[in-house]
Every structure is written in structure tokens, then in C-alpha cells.
């Protein structure tokens, strides 16, 4: 199945500082959404985005959409170590059957 | 939020033999279950959709008398990888789709297999 891909693969930041992870798909979608993983660990669910929603807050996290350009972006503000992990958009694909596509991921390292 | 829960967490075995992974939802059905395979660094690949009390539906490319698909209730859904050889060592995950159409997938903490 085709995957989305995300930029930049690999991000490396201090503590504090807000970290931005951009990622961009081919179909159309319902839903967009980010998950976190740690290493060796299953995935947390972190916001889904619906088709019709241009940004979504959740704390820390700020999510947006851009369906003309098929891409979203996450942005973690005043980021801490705890944050250090893997970051994957997944692409609920209109007609998909509720099966996400995932995309290749951020790797986020924030270092004190 | 909603558990799934997946059993076991790591497994080593020979090569020729079978190993099952189970994959639970604790608090919710799931009439739907999907199973991914992750290598390392790198991004989760759908292998099937299983399905309560039905078939499940394989991605291209996966063999499905290799990689046996149970859903047999609505809360436990199971992989077995058959006569398992060392290319098979992989991360499997799990996840399930809670009711009510949120679209929210939950997923499971992951197997790591590794066939010697």
C-alpha cells in the first residue's frame, strides 16, 4: 500500500524549543491522524483530524491540515525529553475501510 | 481510553516451528482487528484486516497460509506465523476499532518475534 511521507526523518532539539513534523499523502481522506511511538513499543494515539477541520489543539500538540496540498503538520511547543520518540501521521483513505496507512515517520530526539 | 492487549510481548523460537500472537481488546468488541508488521526504523505495513467470525482480508503480498488470520470473538483475534523462518523476525502489532464510528484506533504494545 502506498505510504505518506513525513519530513524531516529525523529531528534532533533542545529541550524547550518547539519541534514541527510535516507529512503529506496522495488520497483523499476522512481522517487524518498523528500517533507517538517509543522504542520497541506499541503506538499511542496522540489527535485525529477530520477532513473538514483545518487545526485541532491538544495540549502541547497543535495538528493542521491542508487537504488542497494532501498534507498535515504536528507541532510540539516547549518540548520536553519526554518527548523523544517516533512520530507517524496515519491517512484513513475515503472508501478505505477504516485501515490507515501509516507514514514513514519522524524520529524526534529532545535533548537537555 | 480503550486497552488492547497483546500476548506475547517477545517470542524467540526455530526456525520451521509455528508461533500464535494473540491480540485482546480488554474493555470494548472490536469487530474489526488489524495486524501490522514494523522493521526496524521504519514505518508499520498493513498485513490483513481480520474480521469477526469471517475471513480476513490480506494486503498484497502477504501470504496468507503463512500468516494465519483467527477472529473468533469480539474481543480476540489471533496471528499465527507459520513454519516461521528467520526473515520473519519482525515487530508485529495489533489494533482495534472501538464502536461508534470515532475512526480511533487502539492498539496493542507489539510482538517482537525472532526466529533463530
Known amino acids: 500500500s502506498q505510504q505518506g511521507e513525513e519530513d524531516p526523518q529525523a529531528l534532533s532539539i533542545q529541550e524547550g524549543e518547539n519541534a514541527t513534523m510535516n507529512c503529506s499523502y496522495k488520497?483523499?481522506?476522512?481522517?487524518l491522524q498523528w500517533y507517538r511511538q517509543n522504542s520497541g513499543r506499541g503506538l499511542v494515539h496522540l489527535i485525529l483530524i477530520r477532513s473538514n477541520e483545518r487545526e485541532k489543539h491538544s495540549g502541547r500538540l497543535r495538528v493542521t491540515l491542508d487537504t488542497s496540498k494532501k498534507s498535515s503538520s504536528l507541532l510540539i511547543t516547549a518540548s520536553r525529553a519526554a518527548d523523544t520518540a517516533s512520530y507517524f501521521c496515519a491517512t484513513d483513505a475515503t472508501g478505505g475501510g477504516n485501515k490507515l496507512t501509516f507514514g514513514t515517520g519522524t524520529q524526534l530526539k529532545v535533548e537537555l | 481510553g480503550a486497552v488492547v492487549s497483546q500476548h506475547p510481548s517477545r517470542v524467540i523460537c526455530k526456525s520451521g516451528t509455528s508461533v500464535k500472537i494473540e491480540c485482546r481488546s480488554l474493555d470494548f468488541q472490536a469487530t474489526t482487528m488489524f495486524w501490522y508488521r514494523q522493521f526496524p526504523k521504519q514505518s508499520l505495513m498493513l498485513m490483513a484486516t481480520s474480521n469477526e467470525g469471517s475471513k480476513a482480508t490480506y494486503e498484497q503480498g502477504v501470504e496468507k497460509d503463512k500468516f494465519l488470520i483467527n477472529h473468533a470473538s469480539l474481543t480476540l483475534s489471533t496471528l499465527t506465523v507459520t513454519s516461521a523462518h528467520p526473515e520473519d523476525s519482525s515487530f508485529y502489532i495489533c489494533?482495534?476499532?472501538?464502536?461508534?464510528?470515532?475512526?480511533?484506533?487502539?492498539f496493542g504494545e507489539g510482538s517482537r518475534l525472532t526466529v533463530l
Open positions: 488520497t483523499s481522506i476522512n481522517n
Open positions: 489494533s482495534a476499532m472501538a464502536g461508534g464510528g470515532t475512526g480511533e484506533l487502539f
